[in-house]
Every structure is written in C-alpha cells, then in structure tokens.
C-alpha cells in the first residue's frame, strides 16, 4: 500500500496559517508530553502505536471527514499508522514525513520589516524547537544572528533573495542548541563573532564583539549592548534603530535562565541588572526580537515572534517583580529541566568535540528550556 505523506514544510504552513489541523501521535507518551507539534487550531491525541492497534474505542476518537496526519519519532511508525487506519476506512490520512526529528529542524523564513536605512530584517522560526533565528539584510549584504544547526537554509535563502552573508554572530554561547555560525562562515567566507566572556574555552578563531561595538552591513549598523544573566557574555543587538534582538535574556512572555553554566545565584544579578536598568535605558518603541519562544500564543497574526519593549514592560511579569529578594526566588525557585544534552552542547559551540551528524540531530531532540515559566 502506498501512504500518502506530507512534509513537515507543508505542516509549519498550516500552524502558522492558523489552520484546523488534526494529529495522531504514535509516540510513547513519555515521549508526546515532553514534546509534540503545537499551534493555535492544532489538535493532538496522542495513542502509542501498540495501542492503537488494539483498541479499537481510538478510532472512535479520530474525526471521519477530515484530514488526519499521522506522527511519529523517524517518520517510519506513522506511515505503519495511516496504513493502519486506510485499511479501517479513513480516506483522508496523511504521514508526516520525518516525524518529530525532522520537525525539530524545519525553519521557516517570514519578514518581520524593512529598515529605516534600506533593506529588511527576516526571522527564521524553528517551530519544532521554539528557537529563532535572524537575517538582516542592506544593499546585498547580509548577518545573519542566533544562525541554527541547519545553515544550508540561510545559504539557500540568501542566494534566491541575492544576499552575500558577511557576518555570523551569536548572541551568547548557547546550550539548548547547536549553533550554525561557525559552519557558515566557513562555508561563505563570512566572520563569526562572539562575546568573549562566553568564549574563554574556545578552541577555534572568532572575533571577539563587546559592548558599544558597532558593525555595518550595507546601509545598515548592528550595535552590541552588553547585556549579562542568562550567560555571563549574553550579549543584545540594536538594528538600525529598531529592532532589539535579546538572545535568550528577555522573551515575549518570560525571562531567561541564569543557570546553565552551574551559575545561577552568581548570575541572576546580572539578569536583573540587564533587564532592570539596561534594557529600561533603551527605547520602548524598539521591537524585541528574541531568541526563542515559550508557546504558541506568542505567534503573531502574522507568523512572526516580537512585541516593543515598551509593551513588556507592561506585560511580562518577570519584569515586574520590584523586590529584588523576590525577584531572585522567582528565578532560582522556578528553574524547569536543563535541555536535553546541554553539556554536549556547549562543548560542540566551543569547538571541543565533533560529534557527527546523527548524533547532532539526537542531541538537540527535545523542546527548548532556556526560559524562567
């Protein structure tokens, strides 16, 4: 029997368009409640495939006349599922092809706006992880910031839209993901940038970026603002202007984690001081740009991830607790689990071990938890 599948490209579409979506997870359910698609018109029941060919009340639970796509770990177990369920009737069943791995590394591109200088600002949703990731782009040169694992998509980008990408730089060390920077500008010839407090243990050559430094791209100027407490270096970007990007300091709808470097209490200092007096320094007409979100609620209408800062201010309520006691039980009372592989990580970032393609891909599965819920 053939199966009919669909690629998770076509399934980001419909979680971005906000469309009616119905899938059945096959995964154990260990494996579903750590980690699962999720979006605003998206249904999930979640039956391990061992039951479901068992019990026979689940299929009373999937909807007759819609389409249903089916999901698993690798891709392979769902198309056993949508065979499963053709052969008891459902015409329209659809296997995701991949399942949650390749989930995990879909970015789709989507323009946040243009410059004031000439050129635009592109963010690339990691829907799968919760991670994002920027391209700025001025007179046909480009950065891209916070660059994930999979590069070959920004190169792809770059090319169709004829975009020459000159810098890479992350906002800090990450440890929740493997970063693309490095690899790219290998790849393009490009420069990788870092703060150098998040880089002592390097093993590779960057350029060191620190606070107040400046760089242009086209027309367009990328200033560092030292901004410390999720990682010792964090470190924010203003664009043009305009757009704050905060790496994994300030969210939508939370704050950043102080504890991933085994930190916490010395950092949380830092993370109050940045987001308590550096960022109230700044404009609250800036559009925060972060570097991931938590949930599918801060999707905008239109796809994107952002709200000015001065809107936070008002909303975000780790930005609201005025009794600095208080403050720092907030964060080190509230701290979720690490990210799965996170010590691996930061040694892959820092260019200690070099592990190969499948084990990178096993190492970053799971949700991001870089912040305080």
Known sequence: MTVKTVSTKEIAKKVLNQEPLFILDVRNTGAFDEWKVEGKNTKVLNAPF???????????????????????????SSKKAAEYLVEKGFQHVYSIEGGMKAW??????????????????????????????????????GAVIDTSRMADVYEQFAKEHGIEITHLLDTHL??????????LAENLGGTYYLPPKDAEELVFDYVPIRDGDKIKIGNT?????????HTIGSTSFIIDGQYLLTGDILFIDSIGRPDLAGKADDWVADLRETLYKRYKELGDDLLVLPAHYMGIKEINEDGSISEKLGVLYKENHGL????????????????????????????????KITPDLEQQREMEIGPNRCAIR
Do not use: W
Not at 221 to 229: E, L, R, V
């Open 174 to 183: 990450h440890a929740d993901h493997i970063s693309g920077g490095r690899k």
């Open 50 to 76: 061992s039951q479901l060919t068992e019990d026979d009340a689940i299929l009373e639970q999937l909807p007759k006349d819609k389409e249903i796509y089916t999901m698993c770990a690798k891709g392979n």
């Open 320 to 351: 609201n607790i005025n009794d600095e006691a208080e403050f720092r039980h907030a964060v080190t009372d509230n701290l979720p689990p690490q990210p799965n592989s996170y010590q691996e990580i930061r040694e892959m970032n820092m260019g």
């Open 104 to 141: 995990g590394e879909y970015l789709e591109p989507i323009k946040v706006g243009d410059l004031k200088s000439g050129g635009s600002i592109y963010q690339f949703i990691r829907l799968g992880k919760g991670c994002l990731s920027y391209l700025i782009e001025s007179e046909g040169k």
């Open 221 to 229: 100027t990328i200033q560092a603002i030292y901004s410390p407490g």
